[in-house]
């Protein structure tokens, strides 16, 4: 009866909020809020519903499901992980050091790593200004950025290398296969190489040529002192 009383003296109906549609912590804010209405249904100051460009005039969407997944992608795998993970792999074990890593996977890193898409997705802002919805955790905006920005310098060297490299690929020969370079030095030989393969011998990292004779059936470390001046260890050092 108040509704009809209303339109027929030319005034609006009273506005009633459908909280049903909002999500949890906003229904717990002690606030007026406007009636909850669909993407489409009403124009807001930052959005686009033409049907031409970016819905989000701001940030902007993904243009297809295509560009979400690489991106995502993109921000779970890097040349860090290819490069890495083998090497802690054979570091730790090999096939035992999956177990806690997949065990962790589940139940911690996939978790988080799900509720900061969703945060992402909805709130369409960023990692400090997310925590908006809980003022109390806004510390872990702020600690996201910092270790983003020290994976910045680590993974920025490792994408270093690999230009590097990259760039080296196409010469006739790499810097650190010959000895005629200035950073070679006077101990700097090729032919302690030559020698350990003249012996049958398996060449060490750390200088030592591992030779196995027959009439002994034992086998015997030879030091070949030269072996520790070889042109990658001087360039790399």
Not at 26 to 44: C, M, N, S, V
Not at 116 to 127: N, R, Y
Not at 129 to 134: A, D, E, G, I, L
Not at 217 to 236: A, C, G, Q, R
Request: with cysteine; glycine share 8%.
């Amino acid at each position: 009866m108040e509704e009809h009383e209303n339109l027929r003296n030319g005034q609006k109906p009273p506005h009633h909020v459908d909280m049903s549609l909002y999500p949890p912590f906003i229904k717990q804010l002690d606030a007026k809020l406007p009636d909850y209405q669909r993407e489409g249904d009403i124009e807001y100051p930052f959005e686009e519903i033409s049907g031409v460009g970016d819905e989000n005039r701001i940030r902007g969407n993904w243009g297809n499901k295509s560009d979400y997944l690489l991106a995502v992608i993109g921000f779970t795998a890097g040349v860090g992980s290819f490069w890495k993970f083998p090497f802690l792999v054979f570091q730790h074990g090999g096939a035992a050091f999956l177990v806690p890593y997949l065990t962790m996977l589940c139940l911690a890193a996939l978790p988080m790593f799900f509720t900061e898409m969703v945060l992402g997705q909805f709130s369409s802002t960023a990692a400090i200004s997310v925590w908006k919805v809980v003022p109390l955790l806004k510390g872990i905006g702020f600690a996201q950025v910092t270790v983003s920005g020290f994976f910045a310098v680590f993974f920025n060297i490792i994408s270093a290398w690999t230009l590097f490299y990259l760039i080296n690929s196409f010469s006739f020969s790499i810097p650190w296969s010959n000895c005629a370079n200035s950073w070679s030095g006077e101990n700097c030989t090729l032919g302690t190489r030559i020698q350990c393969r003249e012996l049958n011998g398996t060449l060490l990292v750390n200088g030592s040529c591992i030779v196995e004779y027959d009439y002994s059936n034992e086998t015997t470390v030879i030091p070949l002192h030269d072996l520790n001046s070889i042109p990658s260890l001087k360039y790399f050092q």
